[in-house]
């Protein structure tokens, strides 16, 4: 049985595969890994090196070994633009993303954000439908579940709104009404929802690994046990907090995929004024989680094996 012994994904181009999202593609059978291909290559002015990314593609027949395909063609407008932390649902007939964009390569932190929408059937043909609208002009991270039939919840975080998740409803995937704040305990990202155990979760990147909060009904959330993923682990590419985590049920087993920084600190200069940055390289990581009672729990030290 093929297990993980080092990191279960590293991008061959850039080396700094973040924000991952695993999704099951029934027409090719096998898995699809999309995920910020951030770009870890050279010159670096203010935070330049976060934006400019394209969504990086990977397959694999059990989910254990992946191979690189290149990068989604998602541009719409003129120029080098950025896309971030794609979000890929199967609903009402076809495939939908639902990817955070940024127009250029800005070197400060600055500008709108808006989650752009995209269908298609299959992995690669995506046709642009527009941007959501939604409760602010810098919104990130979009999350999307089919909370009953036909009934889908989106949550995203809103950096106007002190970093918040925010939600919206749709009956359909096209058309979304914002319902408000629901996770305000802290500033974070990333939120990730998905049903394991018989109970309702979701986890949030707060910047202290992972947050964990349960529901009843998709609305009210409850922080819950500690965080996943706080402490370093024990390999190499392994030994910093984890982040922006995908979830991925496959019967009664939950697997956790998250991303994992190696940091290298280089200078550059902002407004005149040289400073040290650390410059991120990242690998993408799996370990399986378990529900212990109350909260959930993984071991990131322990071998993971393939998905089937």
């Known amino acids: 049985m093929a297990t993980t012994k080092g990191p279960l994904f590293r991008d061959p181009i850039y080396d700094g595969a973040t924000d991952p999202v695993v999704i099951w593609c029934e027409e090719e059978e096998c898995f699809y890994l999309f995920y910020t291909q951030r770009r870890t290559d050279g010159v670096t002015i203010g935070v330049s090196s976060i934006h400019g990314s394209s969504i990086g593609v990977a397959s694999s027949k059990d989910g254990g070994k992946w191979l690189y395909r290149g990068t989604l ?3 719409f407008e003129h120029g080098h633009n950025t896309f971030w932390a794609p979000e890929i649902i199967y609903g009402q007939g076809c495939y939908h993303m639902y990817v955070s964009y940024i127009t250029g390569i800005p070197t400060d932190w600055n500008y709108e954000r808006k989650i752009i929408h995209y269908t298609a059937n299959n992995m690669w043909d995506w046709k642009l439908v ?3 609208p939604l409760s602010s002009n810098r919104v990130i991270d979009a999350c999307v579940y089919e909370i009953a039939p036909n009934q889908y919840k989106m949550w995203y975080k809103d950096e106007v709104n002190n970093c918040h998740t925010y939600s919206a409803i749709s009956n359909d995937l096209y058309h979304w ?12 990202e990333g939120p990730n929802v998905f049903e394991f155990s018989g109970k309702k979760w979701m986890i949030t990147d707060c910047w202290d690994g992972l947050a964990v909060y349960e529901s009843d009904d998709f609305s009210h959330w ?3 046990g500690d965080n996943l993923l706080k402490e370093p682990g024990k390999r190499q590419w392994d030994r910093q907090k984890g982040n922006h985590a995908d979830v991925v049920v496959i019967g009664e087993e939950a697997h956790l995929f998250y991303f994992c920084h190696t940091m290298i600190d280089t200078k550059i200069w902002i407004d005149g004024e040289e400073e040290t940055w650390t410059q991120a390289r990242a690998a993408i990581w799996a370990t399986k989680l378990t529900f212990n009672g109350t909260s959930l ?3 990131r030290n322990e071998e993971w094996e393939k998905l089937i």
């Open 222 to 224: 409850k922080r819950v």
């Open 130 to 132: 527009g941007e959501i």
């Open 297 to 299: 729990a993984c071991n």
């Open 73 to 75: 063609d998602l541009e």
């Open 177 to 188: 009404e914002v319902v408000g704040a629901e996770i305000t305990d802290c500033a974070h």
